[in-house]
């Protein structure tokens, strides 16, 4: 299971196609939907009722060859009056907006990036001006004449950057294009001595910071034999309550990388499709357009061609119908699990997935050497609690898996002809697949997210902060969704682009079970609350230990009271202290005597590392912070017992220290 991204109601306008196309079905039609018992069943009876939902009519791509030269004029008026900042936005809206299907807009598309060049060096953004000039080339289409411009550019920035060689054989590239150009002859002379006496000049240019600083660090994770993105510290079991869960078959030190995974299939809310790579998910203030819609951006040409190789080639023509179908992300998720994949993949699987597309207690499961987030039978088995689904709500689900489905059909993803208003059984087959994505989704999907500045700070677990971890997108990640909730989680996660990264939050033994979290949490809300949102979004009743011990919320809780675990290991009692109490403590259940004065004594350490670990953190060095707040930590789990405000406050600390080596919008600034 997992974190849920949309309640089962999607935005407003899907919702109301659905409901009424569910509300126009005959008595006859509804009971035998309710008599069907497989996916492949339910979508052939609803196909032809469920085709009044929106028509599906080729939208606009978005592209506009007027508005791309409007945005040029508007881009140049800017840069000469160094107004470069936006410039950069004129020169970047034109070149997402403008078409690539004749030589009329591939010039133009190539001269906006020139442009868009120019005003980075202005910037002394060197690595940028190299990306938008490789961008460019790769285009083609750039005027013959005005090529000397860009040799000239590219040979000044690595002179900027010291770089002696490269600087003379592009200066002697532009010396070369200059023959090719437009200019008089005196102009020509004048740019020949510019460039000899830049050639002959000693380089003042100071490196940018960007230019050094990679934009990601991973550290080295090496999987297991069997569960190859989780740690070989960790295995998966399973029971007829839990399902499957996460165990660890060996202590795990807090901090420790538990698992590292790339999405099975992962997707961008609409909010951030032009403001983070389509592929990737990186935060993109350079963006590379996609050629034939401007609906998303990229951060590389690399990126690009992945995206047309496996998903966007369907989807670019369908894009803007989902949008204005008010579709959720599952629901996009949901076709990205197909779409990133040619329909032969599906149909070579057929006869054997088939077996259990009615399966309705989900015992059935492919068992396999190796457990891979690429591998569709992972995802096929994802727990969907078929049982407890109650029939009006497969209703719902199979009319958005119909409309899906007709959006491939739209979007050529069938090797053979179709047509809107006939079904046949390689596309119900697909379909029940989307049936069955949506339903294990709502239980399996997680966030993507990255850093964002926020305008006023906010408390957070009593800590003023002002960023949040925002939410940017959705992806299905096959290991990370066989974890459990608690209300106290073992494990923070974040994302590197689009892969997430899972790490301990406390220190785990080993048998112990390693929990996630699908949102609430005991320290910020009530247990009435959680257990409404569990209840309603994942039906389950959570018997964690905050739960069942009734754990108080951050601000019900005393800095002044101690929680003392008996000294008797076998012993599950655990003292409340308080700074009056005796030192000296007779166990209710064993009668064993258990001293504070230890627990004093180790606890006093923490009155020299955490106030180093604070600025250390204040400075911004994160890892060095978070290397004492978790040697903080290990001395409070040591001690003492949660639930306790101190140890809030370290595991807060040490979360905002882990996130910041994850995703962070262009303009975040760290600010704490």
């Keep these: 299971m997992s974190v849920l991204l949309n309640s089962n109601n999607d935005c407003m306008l899907f919702q109301k196609y659905c409901e009424e196309a569910i509300g126009d079905l005959t008595a006859e039609l509804v009971g035998q939907f309710e008599a069907a018992n497989d996916e492949q069943s339910r979508i052939q009876l609803l196909y032809s009722s469920t085709l009044k939902l929106p028509v599906i009519l080729k939208q ?46 591939r010039e133009l598309l190539a001269i906006l990036v020139s442009n868009r060049s120019a005003t980075y060096f202005e910037q002394k953004e060197y690595k940028k001006v190299f990306n938008d000039i490789d961008y460019l080339l790769e285009v083609g289409s750039y005027p013959t004449h005005l090529k000397y411009k860009i040799w000239l550019r590219k040979a000044k920035c690595y002179d900027a950057l010291q770089n002696e ?48 600083v990679p934009a990601f660090i991973v550290d080295n994770f090496v999987g297991g034999k069997e569960y190859m993105a989780a740690s070989p510290k960790i295995t998966f079991e399973q029971d007829s309550y839990q399902g499957r869960y996460a165990i660890a078959i060996e202590d795990i030190d807090t901090g420790t990388i ?16 032009l403001t983070n790579c389509h592929q990737c998910f990186v935060a993109v203030d350079q963006p590379i357009a996609c050629s034939t819609c401007a609906n998303v951006v990229f951060c590389s040409t690399i990126c690009e061609r992945l995206a047309k190789k496996n998903f966007h080639r369907v989807e670019c023509p369908i ?13 996009c998720l949901a076709i990205r699990i197909i779409s990133q994949r040619n329909y032969s993949y599906f149909g070579d699987k057929k006869h054997k997935l088939e077996d259990y597309l009615d399966d309705k207690c989900e015992k059935s499961v492919i068992k396999k050497k190796t457990y891979r987030f690429d591998d569709y039978d992972n995802v096929f088995f994802l727990c969907r609690n078929e049982c407890s ?27 053979f002809e179709t047509e809107d208003g006939t079904l046949r059984k390689e596309e119900i087959y697909i379909g029940s697949l989307i049936l069955r994505h949506l339903q294990f989704l709502q239980f399996n999907a997680h966030e993507v997210s990255e850093l964002k500045n926020l305008d006023e700070a906010i408390n ?69 609350k959680r257990q409404e949102i569990l209840k309603s979004n994942y039906w389950f009743e959570c018997l964690c230990t905050p739960c069942t011990e009734i754990w108080p919320m951050f601000d019900e809780m005393r800095d002044n009271e101690l929680r003392i675990a008996c000294r008797n290991e076998r012993c599950p009692y655990v003292f409340v202290v308080r700074q009056d109490d005796d030192p000296f403590l ?14 004093l004594k180790g606890l006093m350490v923490l009155d020299e590392i955490l106030p180093e670990a604070e600025n250390l953190f204040s400075d911004g060095q994160f890892d060095n912070a978070m290397k004492k707040f978790i040697k903080g930590l290990d001395i409070l789990f040591k001690y003492t017992k949660p639930p306790h405000p101190e140890i809030i406050k370290v595991q807060q600390r040490i979360r905002i220290c882990m996130i910041h080596s994850g995703n962070k919008a262009c303009d975040y600034k760290i600010d704490l």
Excluded: W
């Design 460 to 528: 957070v677990k009593g800590l003023m902060t002002k960023y949040e971890n925002a939410t940017i997108g959705a992806g299905l990640y096959p290991t990370l969704a066989l974890f459990n909730h608690s209300c106290d989680p073992s494990i923070v996660r974040y994302n590197m682009k689009n892969k997430m990264i899972v790490r301990s939050i406390k220190p785990i033994k080993a048998g112990d079970i390693i929990y996630e979290n699908y949102g609430p949490l005991y320290m910020s809300m009530p247990k009435e």
């Design 389 to 415: 689904r109650k029939k009006e709500e497969l209703l719902h689900y199979t009319c958005m898996a119909i409309f899906l489905l007709r959006l491939l059909k739209f979007g050529n993803y069938f090797p």
């Design 586 to 599: 007779t166990c209710e259940y064993c009668h064993s005597v258990t001293t504070i004065f230890p627990h």
């Design 319 to 331: 894009l803007e119908c989902l949008l204005l179908s008010g579709a959720s992300v599952n629901c």
């Design 258 to 273: 538990i698992v590292e995974e790339n999405p099975h299939s992962s997707v961008l809310d609409f909010n951030h499709s």
């Design 165 to 212: 060689r490269l600087a003379s054989e592009f200066y002697n590239e532009a010396v070369k294009s200059l023959k090719n150009s437009k200019l008089d002859e005196a102009t020509i002379e004048s740019k020949l001595k510019e460039i000899e006496k830049a050639k002959n000049s000693e380089n003042q240019a100071v490196v940018t910071r960007n230019d050094l």
């Design 60 to 105: 606009k791509n978005g592209k506009d060859l007027n508005e791309a030269q409007e945005q040029k004029t508007k881009g140049n008026a800017y840069f000469a009056r160094k107004d470069y900042s936006n410039a950069l936005k004129a020169y970047n809206t034109g070149i997402v907006k403008c078409p690539q299907d004749s030589g009329e807009s």
